[in-house]
């Protein structure tokens, strides 16, 4: 109802006559006006109406208006309809003051002066009219905080959604720090429920070596309002430990104060780990470099040294049994000369790989060792059905090519034949192609125990010699060119016979005469 | 006509490793004169027949492959073996004959100047 609504008013009078000189007198009002003849009729109007105020004849013949009124106001809806007596008779003051004192009441005295009619009726239309404007306020306004409790409980859901969906560990405290809330990842990583870790329940998840400092943290934060952040690690449902980011901030009422504190822990254990791993790296290649330069700085004295004991070993002055000294001390030399060797060059110094032979590397390698085959007795076998370059270190392949080989002679002290073949071809289920290089001995063979620990560093089958190291360098170097290395080993009704098997990945299509190989005039 | 021995320049920057490989290709049968730098070296080549060069890696001032480098510019023919202490070796190390380790010892390393010695044209003194 708005402020220009008609209001119903009911006049109720047994004589037809008096209700139309009501009706004249109230109708410039512009309220509806019903006439009712009777208590009953009135009754039915105020049962289908809502009326606001009644007029009531007090001498009706069946029931006078106050009989009426009180049959009216028993009916809980219409407890305080406000109701005008007409009367002749005069009231004495204190069944007015009854009558006021129930409420909603007044008198008219007859004979009705209609000023006075206008002026009591309009009063409670009045009423009446802003009563029902409250009562519809009312509804809007219950309409609009069931609205706006649908939107928060919609926003309380998005925020759940959002809470839980969230890759971190998040919780709710009150403004004394105690949690009341933790999202669904929190339940997850822990292993916990609401009772386990509700209040300060969540102590138990945090390392005992963190733990206090962490409260202490937390506990300056609540006092002062201040964010707080930390690192530490906490118990998973696995019983493992990992690290977390945590960090907590308060929010704010309208008036400043802190009515939560709303706090995440963010898993970090990877990033610590990859920080880890590049301190590893860095340590690597800080250790590779010291390693270039220790191999500069031993390699230099070793060969002034070596030269010295080489030059004794056959001096005049010298008497058989220092000659012998001089020997065996050269003979330990080549020893450190063939450990630096093989360790110290291990580690890649900064340089662009290049076009190379494999091709020439292995005839180079093959050079270097033809000593050997002569005083052994070694017949060489080669089959070089590839001229491919492949892109590479030079001093890499060689390294590699010299273990292989130097490990084929060594099985064969005796004599028998090397064979070496160079092929270019593809790895099984591999796409690009690359070059295969198999050396082949007919030594003793490897005994199937060894073969597992063949590629172990300071594994050797060799009694004296050999630092064990071979094998597993050049496997490292082959892995860093995605190749592989492989050996087979077979007994034959003639002899055994083992070859070995490297397999790098790509090569280069670059004019063979572009190749930077080693160059040796052998 | 006896053949002489052929003439070889030592260059390394170190004393002892110097007179010590000196003496290692004198007992091979070389003759041997040595200089401690590559400055020194280019001022003895200048002034001297020789037939070979064996020449450290590193060095302060130039390096044994800068060193090469302007041997073959003046003397394209005149062979030139590098022997360094770091087990790599460096990208241009094709200017030389010849790039040997110092790890390898004194046997490979008289092996190797043999070799190319036998297979040099440059003109003997």
Redesign the interface.
Known sequence: MNAHDKVNILMVDDQPAKLLSYEAILGELGENLIKALSGREALEVLLKTDVAVVLMDVSMPEMDGFEIAEIIRQHPRFQKTAIIFISAVHLTELDRLKGYQRGAVDYISVPVVPEVLRAKVTLFAELHRKRRQLEALNRDLEARVLERTEKLQESETQFRTLANSIPQLAWIANSGGDAFWFNQRWYDYTGTTLEDVGGAGWHKLHHPDHLARVIKGLEHSWQTGEPWEDTFPLRGHDGEYRWFLSRTVPLFDSHGNITRWFGTCTDISRQMAAEEALRKNERLAAMGRVA?II??????????I???F??LE?HPSLDKDARSLARMASEEL?RI?HI??QS??FY??S??A?PVSVATVLDDVLE?QA?HFRISGVELDKAYKSNQLILA???ELKQVFLNLVGNALQAMPAGGRLRVTVRETAERGRVPRGIRVSVCDTGSGIRPEDAKRLFEPFFTTKSTKGTGLGLWISKGIVQKYDGTIKFRSLKLSTGSSTCFSVFIPGTVSAHPSDA?A????? | MTESAAVILCVDDEPNSLVLRKLVLQKAGYEVITASSATQALDLLARQQVDLVLSDQLMPGQTGTQLARQIKNSWPALPVILISGVNEIPPDASVADVFMSKVEGPVAMCDKVRAVLAASNFPRH
Do not use: C, D, F, K
């Open positions: 270039g191999a500069h700085e031993i390699n230099n004295p070793l060969e002034a070596t030269n010295a080489y030059l056959s080549a000369s630096t060797r110290l060059s890649r110094e340089q662009q290049v270097l000593r270190y030079p001093a930077s080693l160059t040796g005039v052998m």
